[in-house]
């Protein structure tokens, strides 16, 4: 059954209002027509089943027939600060972190970035953005949206991080301490912050002032992992030993 994100509003007790781009999904694309179900989510954590009862150019009319709480979001709120990447590498870390189940998205302008400053940070850019986050939670049966916050300067983000939860920062120079030995002895952090660098990753002045900001640098191993795969190896890593995955 079809998923979609919509507003609170357009899901009044048991009556369902829809306009915009997804009356064009539901009628051109999909093809949908009177009598046919689809879920609704409204970002509350609540799924709606609904009946559509007409369809027309502009708007799409329904009645909720079931309503229900989804228990798919971990318990650990996890935000992923990314280093900007180049192409479609960014995009495609946003698509599957929201499958994984990371919480929230900052966008990181490091050291090593290839964009050069926050201003190159276009609008239609970030409404890209969001539109590859909705499709994901769509695909993946999220109960709620993750956020796609503003990008950041890396000492802006420290200090954002330094605020609550614990913070990662993989680091292939970390000689040691690997990401299980400091999940071990915590039976489970409600919120994470999770640091990855751009490609080339993270400077050692970089990761001398996250020290300085109680980021805690780790190792994911001997192998070296390309930018846009370790954010979802960690990730993944994290919600599975807190028993989220």
Not at 52 to 73: A, M, P, Q, S
Not at 160 to 177: K, M, N, T
Not at 204 to 215: F, M, S
Request: charged share 25%; hydrophobic share 45%.
């Amino acid at each position: 059954m079809h998923r979609f994100f919509v507003p609170p509003h357009s899901i009044r007790a048991h009556r369902v209002l829809l306009r915009g781009t997804i009356v064009h999904q539901i009628r051109d694309v999909l093809r949908l027509r009177p009598g046919d179900e689809i879920v609704l989510l409204d970002n509350s954590e609540h799924a709606h089943r609904v009946e559509l009862v007409t369809i027309d150019r502009d708007t799409v009319r329904g009645r909720v027939v079931e309503k229900w709480k989804l228990e798919t979001e971990p318990v650990t709120r996890l935000t992923l600060y990314q280093g900007l990447l180049k192409g479609q590498k960014f995009e495609w870390v946003l698509q599957k972190g929201t499958e994984i189940g990371v919480a929230a998205f900052v966008p990181l302008l490091a050291a090593r970035c290839i964009v050069g400053s926050l201003d190159e940070m276009s609008a239609a850019r970030v409404e890209r953005w969001e539109r590859i986050i909705v499709e994901a939670a769509e695909q993946a049966g999220r109960a709620t949206l993750p956020r796609l916050e503003s990008a950041m300067l890396f000492q802006q983000a420290c200090e954002r991080a330094r605020l609550g939860g614990l913070s990662l920062i993989p680091w292939e120079g970390e000689p040691s301490r690997g990401l299980r030995d400091v999940l071990l002895p915590i039976p489970k952090a409600k919120e994470c912050n999770l640091f990855i660098g751009p490609e080339g990753g993270f400077t050692e002045e970089e990761i001398t002032l996250a020290r300085e900001y109680g980021v805690v640098p780790v190792s994911l191993g001997p192998r070296i992992l390309r930018a846009e795969t370790a954010g979802l190896v960690a990730a993944a890593a994290i919600l599975y030993e807190w028993g989220d995955l």
